[in-house]
Structures are given as C-alpha cells and as structure tokens.
C-alpha cells in the first residue's frame, strides 16, 4: 500500500550561503560549511556520506535563488554555479519538491492571514503567504536606496561593511515600509542574523530556524498551501 502525504519520511533540505543544513525522521539532523565555491555536486559529496543508513520516501529542498514551478531558474547569488538543470532526484534517489528557502522557512512559521517573511542571512530572502497563498519574491536584488539593493543593506554583507547598530536601524525601517506598503498582518523575521537584533520594530516578530523543517514537512503534507491556510483558520 502508498504511504500517504502525512506518512510519509521526508528529507529536508535547508541550503543556505553558509550552511546547508538537513533533517530526516525524529533523529538524523546535521549540517555542513556551503560557502561561494559550492557546487550541487559538492553538496552532495558533503551530503550523502551523512545520509548512510538513512530511510526516506521524499524530500523538500529550501534553494537560496530563483525556483519557478518547482525548478531552479537561475544560479544563487552566494554559492557557485551548477544548479541549474542538476537532478536531484537521480542524485538523492527520492522524488524532490524544490522551493525558495525563505519561502520554505515562511511556510514553517505562517499562521495564516498576510504574512511577510524576511530572512536575514547571508543574503535576503522575502517571501509573501497572503491567505494561504505562497508568493516568494525577488525583492532583495532590487534596487533599495543610493543605488544599492535590500539585500546590499539588510544581508550579511551590509552588516559587516556597516556595523551592526546601522544594521538594525536598516532592518526596521525596511520592515516599517513593506508592511505599510504590503498591507501585511504580521511580519516574520528568520534567518541567522535574526537574532542580532535588540528590539523587535512593530508587528513583527522574531521566527525560528527549526521552522524551516515544519515548512519543508509540509510541503509534502500540504501541497496546496491554501488548504494550510484553512485548517489555521478552522483551528483558531
């Protein structure tokens, strides 16, 4: 008999500009360095060694790039090429549900309602959940101010090269503007340098990494995020 979505064993693949990071049934997480030189074929060479002896049926990868109908579209920003047209698949042997990673992180914290995510790490992530229905974005490589982008002021990058403290002054005003603009309810702040911030500015909140793996599970138990959206709302 076909195990059904809920159960199901998933791989979650959570791959960042610094770490990748993986988690499959209730014991078998771990993580590894990424970096600008990593390619999908490093990934895996770094991957599957930590994956012997491990069962799963599907898997849900987090991509920090361009993902247009569950394919990557273009090469990440903060590691090296090669992702495009890779086969994940062949090479995890399993059936891959691919996403954004700050969507996939934004699935994992959304409660329903307007919900913006920004992740904030080695570069930026804003993905978008308006009542159940997921939009990542491409807004961090568009133009912000002084001819930079969001990303050039709120990734890793931007803090180091500006310090912390205008770092944070940056993080709240960014947010005070696209929740008015968005017309958000709530706003999500994920990420690694999530937690550098002293105060939090209104209506948003601080997220967790841990909920990049509740997203990933979901994706397989949700597939349509506005049945997610509905079972919030019923339970509330």
């Known amino acids: 008999m076909a195990r059904t979505a809920t159960s199901r064993r998933i791989l979650i693949l959570d791959v960042g500009g610094t770490h990748v990071k993986f988690h499959v049934g209730a014991r078998r997480t771990g993580k590894f360095v990424s970096g600008p030189k990593m390619t999908p074929g490093d990934m895996m060479r770094q991957l599957l060694p930590q994956l012997r002896g491990a069962h799963y049926d599907a898997v849900s990868m987090g991509y920090p790039g361009v993902v247009f109908h569950g394919r990557i579209a273009a090469e990440p920003h903060n590691l090296a090429k090669g992702w495009v047209g890779f086969d994940f698949r062949r090479a995890l042997g399993a059936p891959v549900r691919i996403v954004n990673d700050a969507a996939m992180q934004a699935l994992g914290s959304y409660r329903g309602g307007r919900m913006?995510?920004?992740?904030?790490?080695?570069?930026?992530?804003?993905?978008?959940?308006?009542?159940?229905?997921?939009?990542?974005?491409?807004?961090?490589?568009?133009?912000?101010?002084?001819?930079?982008?969001?990303?050039?002021?709120?990734?890793?990058?931007?803090?180091?090269?500006?310090?912390?403290?205008?770092?944070?002054?940056?993080?709240?005003?960014?947010?005070e503007h696209l929740s008015a603009a968005l017309e958000v309810d709530y706003v999500v702040l994920g990420g690694g340098n999530a937690v550098r911030l002293k105060e939090l500015p209104p209506c948003a909140e601080l997220g967790d990494n841990r909920n990049a793996f509740r997203g990933g599970l979901r994706l397989w138990q949700a597939p349509r995020a506005r049945r997610l959206a509905r079972a919030h709302r019923a339970a509330r």
């Open 116 to 175: 913006l995510f920004l992740g904030l790490g080695t570069g930026l992530g804003v993905t978008l959940i308006l009542d159940g229905v997921i939009e990542p974005t491409e807004l961090g490589h568009i133009p912000y101010k002084h001819g930079r982008t969001y990303e050039d002021y709120l990734g890793e990058r931007g803090r180091e090269k500006r310090g912390t403290k205008k770092w944070r002054k940056d993080v709240a005003e960014v947010v």
